[in-house]
């Protein structure tokens, strides 16, 4: 099957089993919103997707080819950001995401950086430090990845927090226009998606003891 595919995976930390057996399918023009409460394993379940971490049993492929080969085309079609920003505080946000782009092989201007930071709204404070911007504008120089690379597959953990209305708004936006131009998206959220990021699915994880 192409797409992300996950197949009878089982997840263990510190001897709880967070999930066994689970079987997940992302296809383009999906958005799955993946549900559960604090530590029900939903930052495992992405970082198994995206080929970060290796499960205990099952597998994950990306149009039949294991995603943890890191030549794989999952990496070359994919965005993984993480619940943290992971920017480096001491950089100005164009420094960061000139960095993030050639780790990613994205050819891009510095104008072309400033026009995004302009979209997801942080102009004007390109050359600072990124220690020195609030949280919800550190998210947003994050998520801005999501403009400047042309990948088809999104894996998203917590991409709302910190943002606010208008951001969640231009978020949820981005979403639905990404999986109608034939992106598909995983996101986790403790906030529900409102009808502004279009058809999605629910795929839910309990937490387990
Ligand atoms: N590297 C690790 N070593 C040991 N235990 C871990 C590790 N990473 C996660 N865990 C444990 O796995 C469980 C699931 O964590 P995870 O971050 O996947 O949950 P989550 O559903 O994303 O939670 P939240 O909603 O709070 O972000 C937690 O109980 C956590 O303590």
Redesign the pocket.
């Given at each position: 099957m192409t797409g992300l595919v996950a197949t009878s995976l089982t997840c263990i930390?510190?001897d709880?089993v967070?999930f066994e057996n689970l079987n997940l399918q992302l296809q383009t023009g999906e958005l799955m919103y993946l549900r559960?409460?604090?530590?029900?394993?939903?930052?495992?379940l992405l970082r198994l997707l995206t080929g970060l971490s290796m499960p205990e049993a099952g597998e994950v492929t990306f149009n039949h080819a294991p995603v943890q080969h890191s030549e794989s085309q999952f990496y070359r079609q994919s965005i993984y950001l993480g619940?943290k920003s992971g920017l480096s505080s001491a950089l100005s946000a164009l420094d960061n995401l000139t960095y993030w782009c050639a780790q990613h092989q994205v050819t891009v201007t510095e104008s072309q950086i400033v026009n995004v930071l302009d979209v997801v709204g942080v102009t004007g404070l390109e050359d600072i430090p990124v220690a020195m911007l609030s949280a919800g504008q550190q998210r947003r120089v994050a998520l801005a990845r999501l403009w400047l690379k042309p990948a088809r597959f999104w894996v998203l953990d917590?991409p709302f927090t910190a943002l606010d209305t208008a951001g969640v708004a231009l978020l949820e936006t981005t979403f639905k226009k990404h999986v109608d131009e034939g992106g598909a998206i995983i996101t986790?959220s403790?906030q529900p998606l409102s009808a502004r990021a279009g058809t999605h699915r629910y795929f839910d994880?309990e937490y387990r003891f």
């Amino acid at each position: 099957m192409t797409g992300l595919v996950a197949t009878s995976l089982t997840c263990i930390k510190r001897d709880r089993v967070l999930f066994e057996n689970l079987n997940l399918q992302l296809q383009t023009g999906e958005l799955m919103y993946l549900r559960g409460p604090n530590g029900a394993g939903k930052t495992s379940l992405l970082r198994l997707l995206t080929g970060l971490s290796m499960p205990e049993a099952g597998e994950v492929t990306f149009n039949h080819a294991p995603v943890q080969h890191s030549e794989s085309q999952f990496y070359r079609q994919s965005i993984y950001l993480g619940h943290k920003s992971g920017l480096s505080s001491a950089l100005s946000a164009l420094d960061n995401l000139t960095y993030w782009c050639a780790q990613h092989q994205v050819t891009v201007t510095e104008s072309q950086i400033v026009n995004v930071l302009d979209v997801v709204g942080v102009t004007g404070l390109e050359d600072i430090p990124v220690a020195m911007l609030s949280a919800g504008q550190q998210r947003r120089v994050a998520l801005a990845r999501l403009w400047l690379k042309p990948a088809r597959f999104w894996v998203l953990d917590e991409p709302f927090t910190a943002l606010d209305t208008a951001g969640v708004a231009l978020l949820e936006t981005t979403f639905k226009k990404h999986v109608d131009e034939g992106g598909a998206i995983i996101t986790t959220s403790h906030q529900p998606l409102s009808a502004r990021a279009g058809t999605h699915r629910y795929f839910d994880l309990e937490y387990r003891f």
